[in-house]
């Protein structure tokens, strides 16, 4: 089989197609689409080496949709699942991953594959900002800094479903998909600095990693909280010394969370599909930015 791999820290170009023996696991799965996330990048940047370690080479790719060719632990030949390769360690980027049961569910019916595939990751982060980091509830007011991503849909959804008021900031594109997932007010950065409002908010998540805590704690309210989702040490620092008001994204990845996501009715955003083959441009897309919503790779 091929897979996708790393054997130096850097850009697009230390990544490499390999050919690979084929997996062995407790549970096989014949891969038919990734999802991209920020994190992949980090990863492959060297910008996570406490997590992922130094040795060589790396494999790629963490969420993911497909086949099972070889069942055990209740799941059995030719169902269809969704799941996680592993965060810190990828290997979805292959045309078979070995994974647990624990690490996928079932996928969703009525949902494409490619659907399935940018749920785990952002779905499960936006069920941890909304749901365990923000604490959303009825009445409460959610500004989603750079909603026009991959997660941005997620969290203006499930926020809206907990009866918040949500703004969402975003760049000219975004304008009509944020407003189609019911945000409340949307802003246009280009047009309209959030910074500079005299509006404040129980909930202030920023998804773009621009504003900062040092700028963003200025729109909370007296007991509102900052959710920062791309944490590093300076960051976990600031979050001790914060008295509870800055919370900090750490990835979390269960059967439960899995399975509550396929229930979840959740509406997907995929604003560019790729063949995994072209995986040199299709990262390199969504890191320059401009995509609505999530980006997937098809094999």
């Known amino acids: 089989m091929r897979k996708l791999i ?3 820290f850097g850009g697009t170009e230390v990544l490499e197609m390999v050919e690979a023996a084929m997996p062995e696991g407790e549970i096989v799965v014949n891969v038919k689409a990734v999802s991209v996330n920020p994190l992949d990048w980090k990863l492959w940047q060297g910008e996570l080496k406490l997590m992922s370690g130094k040795k060589f080479p790396k494999e790629v790719g963490i ?44 996928k ?26 923000g604490k959303v509830k009825a009445g409460m007011e959610v500004l989603v800094n750079g909603a026009g991503g991959g997660l941005g849909p997620f969290v203006i959804q499930l926020a809206k479903r907990r009866g918040a008021l949500v703004t969402a900031v975003v760049g000219a594109s975004g304008v009509e998909m944020v407003k189609g997932l019911g945000s409340d007010v949307v802003v246009d950065y280009r ?15 920023d998804l773009a990693g621009k504003m900062g805590y040092a700028a963003g704690k200025k729109l909370l309210k007296k007991k509102g909280v900052f959710v920062n989702t791309s944490p590093g040490l300076k960051e976990m620092v600031g979050s001790l010394l914060s008295g509870g008001k800055y919370k900090l994204l750490f990835l ?19 604003g560019k599909r790729n063949e995994w083959t072209d995986y040199k441009v299709g990262y390199d897309e969504v890191k320059r930015g401009g995509i609505v919503g999530k980006a997937v790779f098809v094999l």
């Open 6 to 8: 790393y054997s130096r």
């Open 63 to 106: 969420d993911f949709s497909g086949i099972v060719i070889k069942g055990g632990a209740g799941y059995q030949e030719g169902d269809e699942v969704f799941g996680v390769a592993s965060i810190f360690k990828g290997g979805a980027m292959a045309e078979y991953v070995a994974v647990k049961a624990a690490d996928i569910a079932l």
């Open 108 to 133: 969703p019916a009525g949902i494409s594959f490619e659907e399935a595939a940018c749920l785990p990751v952002a779905g499960g982060a936006a069920w941890q900002i909304v749901e365990e980091l």
């Open 191 to 205: 047009k309209e600095d959030v910074l500079q409002g005299r509006k404040r908010y129980d909930v202030v998540v």
């Open 252 to 270: 979390k990845n269960s059967a439960k969370g899995l399975e509550r996501l396929a229930g979840s009715g959740l509406k997907v955003v995929i």
